[in-house]
């Protein structure tokens, strides 16, 4: 059975930092195109940051230069480092598994999903 775990989330001030990690168990994270997204309350689930297999990244704009996505294929394990954060990155922080083409900060095509781990930025 596959299980994906989000951890990491929490409290923080506006221009801290938090490390979200995502783990997985039933199958290799390696295999997969793997993203970040968000969904705030009253809003649409949007892609953050996507790591292609072989490394390769993506950032939406309001986030680049701010967070870093890394993954350890050695661990089974993806990170979000998010540094200088804001009030508007307060969101519920999903991690998702894409197996096909390549990687992409739409939600369309990602087979596995996390349930998420809370940020809350304080102003």
């Not at 993506?58 to 394990?77: E, H, L, P, Q």
Request: hydrophobic content about 30%; glycine content about 14%; overall charge positive.
């Amino acid at each position: 059975q596959v299980q994906v775990v989000e951890s990491g989330g929490g409290l923080v001030q506006a221009g801290g930092s938090l490390r979200l990690s995502c783990t997985a168990s039933g199958l290799t994270l390696a295999n997969y195109h793997l993203g970040w997204f968000r969904q705030a309350p009253g809003k649409e689930r949007e892609g953050v940051s996507c790591i292609s297999r072989s490394g390769g990244s993506m950032y939406v704009d309001s986030v680049k230069g701010r967070f870093t996505i890394s993954r350890d294929n050695a661990k089974n394990t993806l990170y979000l480092q998010m540094n200088s954060m804001k009030p508007e990155d307060t969101a519920m922080y999903y991690c998702g598994l894409r197996s096909t083409f390549f990687c992409s900060l739409s939600e369309s095509g990602y087979n596995y999903w996390g349930q998420g781990t809370q940020v809350t930025v304080s102003s």
